[in-house]
């Protein structure tokens, strides 16, 4: 069985512009969770999304955004990037929002910002 | 407010030894803790998990030992092997209603010298 897929796996984009970076969860999940990883320190927690809702935001600004279709697939979306955006961005599924379930990552978006 | 923190940030040991990796956390309400382990220019790879309810847990030469009263979670990895390189993160998932946000820590990187 596929893993989490996400991609593009590498973008460069220049400040100013706007990225979409999409991700489909391990068949059957119908959780979807966003991290940013910026280099040398460990994912922070963006969005979480359940059933096309969501259940959960980190402390980003209003830029980010994302969304889930009824496929399960979700979208991360960043406005007027910044240099500072970027990283490697992280899409992770699980079988049901809360923490107790298992909770996988796939090998993330890889975004320059320059 | 919510942090997990790693004692070391590297640790290096010679092939077939034991590792040990260490990991403090905060929030007291936290009731799943996970332990990933990511390779360069990779996504987080699961390892273990462990409920509050338990003590430890033991997989494929891999324990998790879970000390609630210091707050203290380690990963102990035997026979270690230079496959085993990588950086180590511990993540704490808090309560359900938290949406399944994961607090990850900083990371250690382990070095295993042939």
């Known amino acids: 069985d596929a893993g989490v897929t996400q991609s593009p796996t590498h973008l460069i984009k220049t400040r100013g512009q706007h990225v979409t970076l999409r991700c489909s969860p391990i068949?059957?999940?119908?959780?979807v969770s966003w991290y940013q990883q910026v280099l040398g320190q460990g994912p922070q927690f963006i969005f979480q999304?359940?059933?096309?809702?969501?259940?959960g935001r980190g402390n980003f600004p209003d830029r980010f955004s994302a969304r889930q279709f009824p496929n399960y697939s979700s979208e991360l979306n960043v406005n007027a990037l910044l240099l500072g955006d970027s990283a490697l961005y992280l899409c992770?599924?699980?079988?049901?929002?809360?923490?107790?379930?298992?909770?996988?990552f796939g090998e993330g978006s890889w975004l320059t910002v320059v | 407010g919510e942090s997990v923190g790693l004692h070391l940030p590297t640790l290096s040991v010679q092939e077939g030894d034991n590792s040990i990796i260490n990991c403090a956390y905060s929030n007291s309400a936290s009731d799943y803790f996970i332990w990933y382990k990511q390779e360069s220019g990779k996504g987080p790879q699961f390892i273990i998990d462990?409920?509050?309810?338990?003590d430890k847990r033991q997989g494929q030469r891999v324990t998790v030992l879970l000390n609630k009263t210091v707050k203290h979670l380690s990963l102990q990895i035997a026979a270690t092997q230079p496959g085993d390189s990588a950086v180590y993160f511990c993540?704490?998932?808090?309560?359900?209603?938290?949406?399944?946000?994961?607090?990850f820590g900083q990371g250690t990187e382990l070095s295993v010298k042939p």
């Open positions: 992770a599924s699980s079988s049901a929002p809360g923490g107790r379930n298992t909770i996988y």
């Open positions: 462990i409920r509050s309810n338990m």
């Open positions: 068949s059957g999940h119908k959780s």
């Open positions: 993540a704490e998932g808090g309560p359900y209603n938290q949406g399944g946000k994961l607090i």
């Open positions: 999304y359940y059933e096309k809702e969501e259940r």
